[in-house]
């Protein structure tokens, strides 16, 4: 995109009344879309697990904007909006002079240079992109100290807000605009503050170096977001208009810099009858559904990065979210990572004439895999403690995404009593939302709604719990197809699980997986080439387009077909666009307005993606990925473009 070089087009902003949904734009208006974890590990890009452990982690068969709920209610008609004309720091440009620009106009020069801290995810491309961007940064009058960590220590480090700039990505949890929106909410990203924060760490706080009217104004749209569930044509207008108001918020802050879309990719050998997973990734995936067979194995061999806990309300990423996957289960599932949502302990569903009460029957005859049968109060006590216990990081699942029914204390934690979820006899549950949410289904799918036995942890009001909460999320007990059998933390550990054999569906046609922990993507490489891990990936380094041969696209898009290996194997091979996006964050508490938009300057996508990334990636300039932005795939490009 041409632009004037005053960087005039970048600063131009102004706050419009706008009534109802008449200003919104031509490339919104239908708001229509293809629907369909947390913050996900940076290395999906490298190779760095290998399609089991959900470190890579499309398009869909829903209709609406991916937000759509049920039932009447009233919609706003009044919302003041910021109005950008296209991304504004250069289209697939490498602006150095506007960096200069920006920072001289806010009192920087050769004597009063800014010292930039950034820390990425393990990764030998990202060092390479991030020498490139301090690089450039220099003529900018800014020194960028590179620093990396593997992904545990970086979320650690960025949720304790010991940071400034950051990379991560995120995968989504499902398959709506208001999953990623949700990680531009101002509140939502003040962890210190908010124990049950789950979006972007940037710290948007009134603190924050940055507009106070933009903050109030991202506050007020995601407000519109929420207040706004209705199955109507007006309500899915206001949600897209807001959607679309807060990534040219987040442009026009420059609080986080979207870089690329994530795509799945899986190899495999022959050996292994395997289903790749579809664009909610693998780590959505359950094993025995994803490996059919492995011939001449009785195991599957595989590879994971470093992950935390093992607790279904604590995992706060895709390694340990894949595990989880495999040894829970919850009411609905992604089958194989797909989008769409089938019932797994729940056999049937009814919804209320509001459409707020969803009433489930259980399957019966499902064991846990201490011997205890399932039954629905093992449900409502393990959504209770999801929404109510101090160990819960997923708490906003229950509580604001998907907005059970409940109260609030004076302090605002959630009051146990007043939770919507209730066991109404043996194998019946029901879960009252506050407003109706059309993505109640989908959420319920995700891995922290998972069941566990009644008590087992005593961490909620009146249970005494038979396990420590430290001794459950390490040592878990689920229902799903897998049990746990033992987990050695951290670099060159291992994580060992066991086909469970009572388990209630069809289980696995191998005795179990065994997992190497590998923080270094050269040794991951290494170990799926010398056919120690069954399935795997080839890093951005050694990764030649030329050795990939695809021989058909499938119904949801995946391309499969074989790449040739360094040793002279051949292996199978899938790519799959997936619902994630992969940025560049900061801590706006910590890092000055002009030294975001300088960075956003001399960051040139389609330059990183073809010198860096081999063309395995699409440049990203929403935080939505184009499958499930307002208006698609080509709303997505003119807005960008400012058409």
């Keep these: 995109m041409s632009r004037d070089t005053d960087g005039s087009d970048t600063s131009r902003r102004r706050f419009l009344k706008a009534t109802g949904v008449a200003t919104l734009t031509s490339m919104v208006a239908g708001c229509g879309s293809d629907g369909g974890e947390t913050d996900t590990e940076a290395s999906g890009e490298d190779g760095g697990g290998d399609g089991m452990d959900g470190d890579s982690d499309g ?23 910021i109005t950008i004309n296209g991304y504004p720091y250069g289209v697939n440009e490498t602006m150095i002079g506007e960096a200069q620009a920006v920072m001289e106009e806010a009192g920087y020069g050769d004597d009063e240079r800014f010292e930039l801290d950034w820390l990425q995810y393990t990764s030998p491309t990202w060092s390479e992109m991030g020498s490139t961007i301090a690089s450039r940064l220099e003529s900018a009058y800014i020194d960028m100290n590179q620093s990396e960590a593997a992904f545990s220590p970086l979320l650690e480090t960025t949720r304790n807000g010991n940071h400034m700039a950051y990379t991560l990505g995120w995968i989504a949890d499902y398959p709506g605009p208001q999953n990623f929106i949700q990680l531009l909410d101002p509140d939502n990203t ?56 807060m990534e040219e918020g987040m442009w026009q802050e420059a609080a986080l810099l979207p870089l690329y879309q994530s795509v799945g990719e899986d190899m495999w050998y022959d050996y ?36 935390s806990s093992l607790d279904p309300i604590a995992s706060g990423n895709t390694a340990s979210g894949g595990k989880i996957m495999d040894m829970f289960d919850a009411l609905t599932n992604y089958r194989n990572g797909t989008t769409e949502v089938e019932n797994l302990l729940a056999t049937e569903y009814e919804l209320s004439e509001d459409f707020r009460t969803y009433t489930f029957t259980l399957k019966e005859g499902v064991t846990f895999h201490d011997g205890s049968d399932l ?6 006590y393990s959504i209770k403690r999801l929404m109510a216990s101090s160990n819960s990081t997923n708490a906003r699942f229950p509580v604001s995404v998907m907005g059970i029914e409940h109260e609030t204390d004076g302090d605002g934690n959630v009051v146990l009593d007043s939770i919507g979820v209730e066991a109404t006899d043996d194998y019946t549950l029901e879960i009252t939302t506050g407003d109706p949410f059309g993505f109640s289904l989908s959420v319920l ?27 459950f999320s ?32 069809e289980g696995a046609s191998f005795d179990g997986i065994d997992y190497a922990i590998l923080s270094e993507t050269q040794a991951t490489y290494n170990r799926f080439l010398n056919q120690n891990a069954d399935v795997g990936g080839v890093p951005t380094s ?56 300088a960075m956003a300057y001399v960051i040139n996508r389609q330059e990183f993606m073809t010198n860096v990334f081999k063309d395995r990636y699409e440049p990203a300039f929403h935080l939505t990925p184009p499958q499930i932005f307002p208006g698609g795939v080509e709303a997505y490009d003119q807005h960008v473009q400012g058409q």
């Design 445 to 471: 799918a995700y891995g922290a709604f998972s069941a566990v036995p009644e008590g087992i942890v005593g961490d909620i009001e009146g249970y005494d719990g038979e396990m420590e909460w430290e001794e």
């Design 375 to 380: 039954t629905a109060a093992d449900f409502e």
């Design 474 to 505: 390490q040592n878990p007990v689920g229902c799903g197809p897998f049990e746990f059998v033992n987990w050695e933390s951290g670099n060159g550990g291992e994580f060992v699980m066991d086909t469970f054999d009572d388990y209630h569906g």
């Design 272 to 307: 292994v009858d395997f289903n790749p997973p579809g664009p909610m990734g693998s780590s959505r995936a359950k094993a025995n559904n994803s490996v059919a067979g492995i011939e001449g194995k009785d195991r599957l061999s595989a590879t994971s990065s470093t992950f």
């Design 542 to 597: 050694q990764y030649q387009a030329d050795s990939v041969s695809v021989e058909e696209t499938d119904d949801i898009g995946r391309e499969l077909g074989t790449y040739d290996l360094e040793n002279g194997e051949t292996v199978n091979y899938t790519k799959v666009p997936e619902l994630g996006t992969f940025y560049i964050g900061f801590n706006m508490e910590e890092t000055p307005k002009a030294v975001r938009q």
């Design 190 to 245: 003040v962890y210190v503050e908010n124990e049950n924060a789950n979006g972007a760490r940037l710290f948007w706080s009134e603190d924050a170096n940055a507009d106070e009217e933009v903050r109030q104004f991202m506050t007020e749209q995601f407000d519109r977001i929420e207040n706004n569930p209705q199955d109507t044509e007006e309500a899915a207008q206001i949600r897209g208009e807001a959607a679309v108001n």
């Design 59 to 81: 398009d869909g068969d829903g209709d609406g904007d991916g937000m759509d709920g049920d039932g009447g209610g009233e919609t706003d008609t009044d919302s003041e909006t």
